[in-house]
């Protein structure tokens, strides 16, 4: 247990974020075909490359991943959303011109959702609404995002399912010039 709450060194390598989550989610084909859950992939990021430790991010996104199929009945529907978010495509707030570009990932489910007066104790340490849970999973994948330059945050509704979007910086493209 020590190994995962404790802050391990990440080794951090250029990694493609669609395959990242390629693998994480053929870590859950088990639990996905157990319950009937319909998978739906939608990567829309222009370009998914980014600096990370893929072990501890595939530790953050298979844990997001059975979270929403634990949430969800037989027959759900699981989402996982990728888009890239450049600077000029953020209306709200005022961006500066060298900000980089981030990328979104979504993973949603339609499953019994997150009652509102738990949501902003979600992501603290030994909080958990399941019975026998050690409250360790979503603090530690939160931790995770952070150290990898990102944030992660969470939309529900009871009975509607959850939206966890994280947030990553994203590497710019290498060209190869000749």
């Known amino acids: 247990m020590l190994r995962f709450t404790g802050p391990a060194k990440p080794a951090f390598s250029e990694l493609r974020l669609h395959d990242l989550l390629n693998h994480s989610l053929r870590l859950v084909e088990r639990q996905l075909g157990d319950k009937s859950i319909q998978l739906d992939r939608q990567y829309g990021a222009s370009g998914d490359l980014l600096r990370g430790d893929d072990y501890q991010l595939e530790q953050a996104f298979v844990n997001l991943l059975l979270n929403a199929i634990e949430a969800m009945g037989p027959g759900g529907r699981l989402t996982v959303t990728t888009q890239t978010i450049t600077p000029a495509s953020r209306r709200r707030a005022a961006s500066r011109s060298d900000e980089p570009a981030r990328l979104h990932v979504t993973i949603q489910d339609d499953g019994i959702g997150i009652a509102p007066e738990n949501i902003s ?58």
Not at 126 to 135: E, L
Not at 138 to 167: P, Y
């Open 121 to 178: 104790r979600l992501f603290g340490p030994f909080f958990s609404t399941k019975s026998g849970g050690t409250g360790l999973g979503l603090s530690i994948t939160r931790r995770i995002i952070q150290e990898h330059g990102g944030a992660i945050s969470v939309q529900s509704k009871l009975n509607q399912g959850a939206a966890f979007q994280i947030l990553l910086p994203v590497l710019a493209e290498k060209t190869t010039s000749g």
